[in-house]
């Protein structure tokens, strides 16, 4: 199997921040990697996939990167709405594995 | 847009076999993936399984021996058995679609039902 990682667990930010996860898998995925949001009580939201590629109609202050076993998520300035849980997915291979979440509240 | 519903008993008893089901609406269920996921209270996300609607199916190992998932294109319809519950199957249960296709990874789980909670208590 697959392990996936996240840094850090959570994170205290405010409104205009700029915000960086990162996600570690434990061998290379070749960019098959998801990023979700998850907000208490909801299913997850699928935000970007192909490591970098923005699902449709998600805002752009969100942007991924990163390659082989390393990747990130970053949005750029931190609205009320973008404090959530957010999760990590290989989908390369099978067991599809998430990483354990970061969650992002407000300081 | 295509939406999930997930639905099923909220309690099971241990030993039991924990039954539910997806019903897929403003789309079909032919040429996709269909995936179970489970999330237990206050943890993160396990990926139980998936199905592709011609019946083929990949379980994750940790959980393969317990687990059955099923089709059915008429109903647009997928379901998940789980059998021996304990109560750590206690979960919030979401059915999502795969985006992957038989010759492509694809792009992840693009959507998910609200999910179901299911408790497993005698």
């Known amino acids: 199997d697959i392990q996936m990682t996240q840094s850090p667990s959570s994170l205290s930010a405010s409104v205009g921040d700029r915000v960086t996860i990162t996600c570690r898998a434990s061998?290379?995925?070749?960019?098959?990697l998801a990023w979700y949001q998850q907000k208490p009580g909801k299913a997850p939201k699928l935000l970007l996939y192909?490591?970098?590629r923005l699902e449709s109609g998600v805002p752009s202050r969100f942007s991924g990167s990163g390659s082989g076993t390393d990747y990130t998520l970053t949005i750029s300035s931190l609205q009320p709405e973008d404090f959530a849980t957010y999760y990590c997915?290989?989908?390369?291979?099978?067991?599809?594995?998430f990483g354990p979440g970061t969650k992002v509240d407000i300081k | 847009q295509v939406q999930l519903q997930e639905s099923g008993p909220g309690l099971v008893k241990p030993s039991e076999t924990l039954s539910l089901t997806c019903t897929v609406s403003?789309?079909?269920?032919?040429?996709?993936?269909w995936s179970w996921i489970r999330q237990p209270p206050g943890k993160g996300l396990e990926w139980i399984g998936y199905?592709?609607?011609?019946?083929?199916?990949n379980y994750n190992p940790s959980l393969k021996s317990r687990v059955t998932i099923s089709v059915d294109t008429s109903k647009n319809q997928f379901s998940l058995k789980l059998s021996s519950v304990t109560a750590a199957d206690t979960a919030v249960y979401y059915c999502?679609?795969?985006?992957?296709?038989?010759?492509?990874?694809?792009?992840?789980?693009?959507?998910w039902g609200q999910g179901t909670t299911v408790t497993v208590s005698s």
């Open positions: 061998q290379g995925i070749s960019n098959s």
């Open positions: 192909a490591a970098s």
């Open positions: 403003g789309g079909s269920i032919s040429s996709y993936y």
């Open positions: 997915q290989q989908y390369y291979s099978t067991p599809i594995t």
């Open positions: 199905i592709y609607y011609s019946g083929s199916t």
């Open positions: 999502a679609r795969d985006t992957r296709t038989t010759i492509f990874v694809g792009y992840g789980m693009d959507v």
